[in-house]
């Protein structure tokens, strides 16, 4: 990484699962056993990453987790997209994304953020617009990969998005994707926080987002209900059974 694309209050690891403690890799299991509702899916052992940010700094810049070149492929090819899972290892943990934009171009209007508890998860498409918010304590949380069979994946390589002033249309997909669900039982963040970059007008709770936005509230891992869906966040409980 340059110096000038440094973040000095975050911090990115990569971390091996058969090397770390049990409960890593019963997560990781976990995780596995989600994806796999579809057989193209999966969870690489090595693709995990462990993310702290300290307190203080700015907003992440908005980004895709995947590039459009590989979502695309995969849509045309597998009729499915690669997704990202963060599991939050600290309370408070905030992510703010953009529902129905993507293809690098957001609109202000769009963002909710998500608030998850310690030992909850957020499962989201792998080309939805996102960025991790400010923290005003120390967070940590875990970030994983889901990939495709067949689709190869250039290591760390993100897409940049950018606003515009004009409504984005919304995007309806051809190809709809199923994600396994379950009962979400963590809270939102509805509450307007500034310190966590949410200004209360567009902090809605994402429960109540409709789904011409492509986001479902859903129901719960613990449960082993599988629904069908096209929910660019799917949110789960990782730490019960």
């Known amino acids: 990484m340059r110096d000038d ?18 409960t890593i890799a019963t997560i990781h299991d976990m995780i596995a056993n989600l994806v796999n509702v579809n057989d193209a899916w999966h969870v690489s052992a090595n693709g995990w990453h ?14 895709c987790d995947f590039p459009s070149f590989e979502t695309v ?14 599991i939050a290892l600290t309370g408070d943990t905030y992510l703010h994304v953009y529902p129905g934009c993507s293809a690098r171009q957001v609109e202000h209007s769009r963002r909710r953020t998500i608030k998850l508890k310690c030992g909850h998860m957020v499962l989201f498409r792998g080309d939805l617009a ?13 970030h994983c990969y ?9 290591p760390d390589l993100t897409e940049a998005v950018v606003f515009r002033s004009l409504l984005l249309r919304k995007y309806s997909y051809s190809i709809l994707n199923e994600f396994l669900t379950t009962d979400y039982n963590g809270d939102n963040d509805d509450t307007g926080d500034s310190k966590n970059g949410d200004n ?4 809605d709770n994402i429960n ?12 719960a891992v613990t449960t082993g209900t599988v629904v069908t869906a096209v929910p660019a966040v799917t949110m789960v409980t990782v730490n019960q059974r």
């Open 5 to 22: 694309e440094r973040d000095d209050f975050r911090r990115q690891t990569n971390i091996t699962i058969s090397s770390l403690a049990p």
């Open 50 to 63: 462990a993310l702290k940010s300290l307190p203080g700094g700015t907003d992440q810049a908005v980004h």
């Open 73 to 86: 492929r995969a849509l045309i090819t597998q009729e499915l997209v690669q997704a990202s899972a963060i």
């Open 130 to 142: 996102h960025s991790g918010a400010v923290f005003s304590s120390l967070n940590v949380r875990l």
């Open 146 to 154: 889901v990939l495709l069979n067949g689709i190869l994946q250039e």
């Open 200 to 203: 209360g007008k567009n902090g």
């Open 208 to 219: 109540s987002g409709d789904s011409s936005d492509n986001v479902t509230a859903v129901t």
